[in-house]
T-cell receptor, first 117, second 114 residues
């Protein structure tokens, strides 16, 4: 079974500071990992995803995440926060489906990012 | 523009009433999903569908029903059996059954109880 733990339901940073949002996963098979962002009263948008290959994944808006198998982690980072980054961020894991079986996403509980001017 | 349209944006339900949330996509996606979002709990899967006329229960299907009569439509009915329906409901779709393809989300419906 797959599961996701996001450490810290709220993270606050100053504009220009490093953003670090933590995600640890549990998976019985090689995982596919995702970060989604949600702005108020909207649906989720994909920031980045890891399936196979390079473990450092770059996404939109300057975000990146590194898949560390030994630590079962997929932390999201951005070197310099911007006010527009304030949103809720969700980490998700999937087994990617096997054969005809629908792969399912399992979401973490989310981390609310606040950016102070 | 291609995308997923959810309606209405806000919906109010009276006790004992069934209500239906609409979800339409013009992305030609095979798979569609309904998620429920409660504050601090992330997203929980209610139902999903891989193809027309087929759907499966997710983790919290009790008190909900769905249909998939057309590829582009996947309405969700919140029945009177759902005792705590107040939540933000998100519909999503993906182009392939395997979810290493990304999900496209609608903008959600906020359901509240009168």
């Amino acid at each position: 079974a797959q599961s996701v733990t996001q450490l810290g339901s709220h993270v606050s940073v100053s504009e220009g500071a490093l953003v670090l949002l933590r995600c640890n996963y549990s998976s019985s098979v090689p995982p596919y990992l995702f970060w989604y962002v949600q702005y108020p009263n909207q649906g989720l948008q994909l920031l980045l995803k890891y399936t196979t290959g390079a473990t450092l994944v770059k996404g939109i808006n300057g975000f990146e995440a590194e898949f560390k198998k030994s630590e079962t982690s997929f932390h999201l980072t951005k070197p310099s926060a911007h006010m527009s980054d304030a949103a809720e961020y969700f980490c998700a894991v999937s087994d990617g489906g096997r054969g005809s079986t629908l792969g399912r996403l399992y979401f973490g509980r989310g981390t609310q990012l606040t950016v102070w001017p | 523009d291609g995308g997923i349209t959810q309606s209405p944006k806000y919906l109010f339900r009276k006790e004992g009433q069934n209500v239906t949330l609409s979800c339409e996509q013009n992305l030609n996606h095979d798979a569609m999903y309904w998620y429920r979002q409660d504050p601090g709990q992330g997203l929980r899967l209610i139902y999903y569908s891989q193809i027309v006329n087929d759907f499966q229960k997710g983790d919290i299907a009790e008190g909900y029903s769905v249909s998939r009569e057309k590829k582009e439509s996947f309405p969700l009915t919140v029945t009177s059996a759902q005792k705590n329906p107040t939540a933000f409901y998100l519909c999503a779709s993906s182009g392939m059954v395997a979810t290493n393809e990304k999900l496209f989300f609608g903008s959600g419906t906020q359901l509240s109880v009168l």
